[in-house]
Structure formats: C-alpha cells, structure tokens
C-alpha cells in the first residue's frame, strides 16, 4: 500500500495493567499488519535507555501507543516519544498527565462547569481515623486506571478499615460520593462522540460496579448499545463527553466514565467520572465495540488513530 508505515507497537510495560496492555497490543498488531503496515513490538522493562535504543533501531515512523496504566497513560512515554521526536498515537504530556491525575482531571473538569460527584482529596491515615463524609462514598487511587484498587464503603460496613490496610496507591485517595443508578461511558473520536454504551456487571459476580475483573473478564459485564436511555440524556452526554476530551486537551481516542442517576422521582442525573487517554483495545473493549456499531472496523480503527498521531505537547 502506497502510505504503509513503520509502526512500533508499545505494550505490555511495567504498570499493574500490564496484561491488559499486551492483549490490547496483540490485537493492536494484528489489525496494521492487516492494514500493510510494517510493525514492530516494544514491551518497555525499568530500563528507559534500552527503550530508547529500541526505539532508535526500530526507526518507526510512528509509535502506536498501546500501554495502560502508570508511564504508559500518564505522560511519562509521551515525554520521551516528544524528546526524540517520534509521532505517536493519543494524547500528548499534559492530557494524559491530567488525566491519570483524578484530582487534576476533576478539577478541570469543574472549570469547564461539567458534572462531577462531590469529592475531595484525602490521606489515607485521615481515614483510618473516620469517614471523611457520609457513606456510602467511593475510594480511589489518584493514578490508577482500570479501576484499580477502588472500593465502595457503605453505611455500617468495617471495608474503610481493610481498605487502609491493603492500600499500596500512595499517600492519597480521593473520595466522592457514591452515585447510584447506572454506568454508562461513551468513546471520543477527535470531536465526535460515538455511542453510548449501558455497563452492567455480571449478576451473582460480587461485583458492586464495573471494576477490573468485570472489565476484563469474558462475560464479567454486559454492554448495552446504544443505551436504552432517554434521547435527550443520550445527546448531553455525548456532548460532555466531547467536552471533557476537549477540556483535557486530548488527542486521537478517549473514552468517558459516567453514572447516571436515574433512581430518584426527578430527572436523571449525569456525573462524569473520568476520562481515559488510553482506551482499551482488547477483544471485550468498550471503544472498539462502539466504532463497530458506528460502521468502523477494529482495523480502520486502529488505521485512523494513526493517522491523527503526532507530538502533542
């Protein structure tokens, strides 16, 4: 083919979401091989000048970027890729670094007036000590993605404790109130919102809301789409989902988490949850099933997020 490219393939690495990353990779792969395209793999280890003399031997023409996760997603790869100057897929330094910063993301997404739950950053030893506001509220890591590590403590329940006991994310959490209804997310391509989709978790799989096992588990969810929701809350939706990836400064592809509270006598309620840079890509993701309904193949997918790569800062 007459614009076949060389594409470097960065999966795997070194962050809890590995082998999410090398199943996204592999299909990743597969699809710009299909394409024409000549690639080549890279699964980053500690060691950040062997990746550079990889990457230097490799010559690619573009990096398609598909780790997950810390240094992958969080604007660590993307500094090194601007430093030598390749062109690479997604969003660039500041998007992912914001985005992988819930903190951050949060508070620019309350500066583009979007919808988030009330929240606030707190340290794990504060609590210990007590809830730092009425239950149920959700625990999360700062920067993990995957929903990694996040946990719902509901009211006279002892899981605040066990949370402190097993929490490895650092000297934070941030906890927003727990917002009932359903879970709904809606993939970005550049300035256009695809679909939206409805998550539900697995019945009988213990499974509160959609976190990793139900994520990445065959049959651990299913996904409705569109969502039988309301026309009107479908198209505001989207419209934030737009919103946030502009507000983020990302690039290529992300995908927005939302709850959608529909269980009280009023109208429904949309609160974003957060933006993922780095979209998964494996066989049971969210992104590629939704450019499927809308009449993109895995592959032209996959062709389209490299033609939009670049060096954004």
Same mark, same amino acid.
């Given at each position: ?21 090398l199943a996204s990779g592999k299909g990743v792969v ?88 009330? &929240? ?6 504060? $609590?210990?000590?007590?809830? !730092?506001? +009425? =239950?149920?509220? %959700?625990?999360?890591? *700062? ?20 949370i402190v006991e097993n929490w ?83 690039? &290529? ?6 709850? $959608?509270?529909?269980?009280? !006598?009023? +109208? =429904?309620?949309? %609160?974003?949850?957060? *933006? ?38």
């Amino acid at each position: 083919m007459s614009n076949s490219k060389r594409i470097t393939v960065l999966m795997g690495g070194i962050s809890s979401e590995r082998e999410v990353s090398l199943a996204s990779g592999k299909g990743v792969v597969e699809a710009l091989r299909s394409l024409g395209h000549t690639v080549s793999t890279l699964d980053p280890g500690a060691d950040l000048a062997a990746l550079v003399t990889t990457l230097t031997e490799q010559k690619p023409d573009v990096v398609f970027n598909a780790l997950h996760g810390r240094f992958g997603e969080d604007g660590c790869i993307q500094g090194v890729l601007n430093w030598i100057g390749v062109p690479y897929t997604h969003s660039g330094i500041r998007a992912s670094a914001t985005a992988m910063d819930k903190a951050a993301a949060r508070a620019v997404f309350l500066s583009a007036g979007l919808p988030v739950a009330d &929240g606030k950053l707190v340290a794990i030893e504060d $609590l210990a000590k007590a809830d !730092p506001m +009425p =239950a149920p509220y %959700v625990v999360k890591p *700062v920067s993990e993605g995957s929903s990694v590590g996040v946990s719902i403590v509901r009211s006279g329940s002892n899981t605040r404790q066990e949370i402190v006991e097993n929490w490895r994310y650092g000297p934070h959490a941030l906890v927003e109130a727990f917002i009932p209804g359903k879970e709904i997310t809606i993939g970005v391509l550049g300035d256009r919102a695809l679909t939206v989709t409805d998550i539900t978790p697995a019945p009988g799989g213990g499974h509160d809301f959609y976190d990793y096992d139900a994520k990445y588990t065959s049959g651990g969810s299913s996904h409705v789409l569109p969502a039988a929701i309301d026309d009107a809350v479908s198209k505001q939706a989207c419209e934030i989902a737009v919103a946030a990836h502009q507000a983020l400064g990302c690039s &290529g592809a992300s995908r927005s988490d939302f709850r $959608l509270d529909d269980t009280g !006598p009023g +109208p =429904a309620r949309l %609160v974003l949850l957060e *933006v993922n840079t780095q979209p998964g890509m494996t066989a049971t993701s969210l992104l590629p099933e939704q450019a499927a309904y809308c009449g993109i193949s895995y592959p032209e997918l996959c062709g389209w997020l490299v033609e939009q790569a670049a060096c954004p800062q």
